[in-house]
T-cell receptor
Framework: ETGVTQTPRHLVMGMTNKKSLKCEQH?????MYWYKQSAKKPLELMFV???????ENNSVPSRFSPECPNSSHLFLHLHTLQPEDSALYLC???????????FGPGTRLTVL | GENVEQHPSTLSVQEGDSAVIKCTYS??????FPWYKQELGKGPQLIID?????GEKKDQRIAVTLNKTAKHFSLHITETQPEDSAVYFC???????????FGTGTKLQVIP
């Protein structure tokens, strides 16, 4: 058990739907991350939050909207997605900016 | 920006044999090199890491070597076991959580 949980584990949505991914860490970490994992591509860092403040946004389309209400919770709000957004979305956390990142199991997203 | 290349993309070995995965990086400022293991249905998990002031690090059957001059680092797994079967990712970072660049992954299959 990594201490980082993600819900739901699987999600199928249409291009006009609005859904949210949830991540929760029970490790007392200060930084949280969203990654996108597609087949045969490196993990892509999407967003980084440190102490609830967004510190990185790697040119992610506005149809992805992150929210970090506190240091233990991280959300990724999705709307009007495209089929190419289908991927495994991973959440991670770390104690400090250069510390080991602990990953959750991911949410497998399919956009129809 | 940093570019990390990882080879091979797939690797099959007999149980008990050794496995070697190689990565190269482009940014000479990178000084932290973690390796992650991702099992089916799980998020990546850190298995070993090395910093640029060290040339080699070993943890039981796993070792990592770093050649800063040539900008390459390798993961060595000895006496492989079926439970070593997974996808392995290398990564490089000059420091700072937003700057970790991952390789494309190596799918290791250990044949009993």
């Amino acid at each position: 058990e990594t201490g980082v949980t993600q819900t739901p584990r699987h999600l199928v949505m249409g291009m006009t739907n609005k859904k949210s991914l949830k991540c929760e860490q029970h490790l007392g970490h200060n930084a949280m991350y969203w990654y996108k994992q597609s087949a045969k591509k490196p993990l892509e860092l999407m967003f980084v939050y440190s102490l609830e403040e967004r510190v990185e946004n790697n040119s992610v389309p506005s149809r992805f909207s992150p929210e970090c209400p506190n240091s233990s919770h991280l959300f990724l709000h999705l709307h009007t997605l495209q089929p190419e957004d289908s991927a495994l979305y991973l959440c991670a956390s770390s104690l400090s900016w250069d510390g080991e990142q602990f990953f959750g199991p991911g949410t497998r997203l399919t956009v129809l | 920006g940093e570019n990390v290349e990882q080879h091979p993309s797939t690797l099959s070995v007999q149980e008990g044999d050794s496995a070697v995965i190689k990565c190269t990086y482009s940014d000479s400022a990178s000084n932290y090199f973690p390796w992650y293991k991702q099992e089916l249905g799980k998020g990546p998990q850190l298995i070993i890491d090395i910093r640029s002031n060290v040339g080699e690090k070993k943890d039981q059957r796993i070792a990592v070597t770093l050649n800063k001059t040539a900008k390459h680092f390798s993961l060595h797994i000895t006496e492989t076991q079926p439970e070593d079967s997974a996808v392995y990712f290398c990564a490089a970072s000059p420091g700072g959580y937003q700057k970790v660049t991952f390789g494309t992954g190596t799918k290791l299959q250990v044949i009993p």
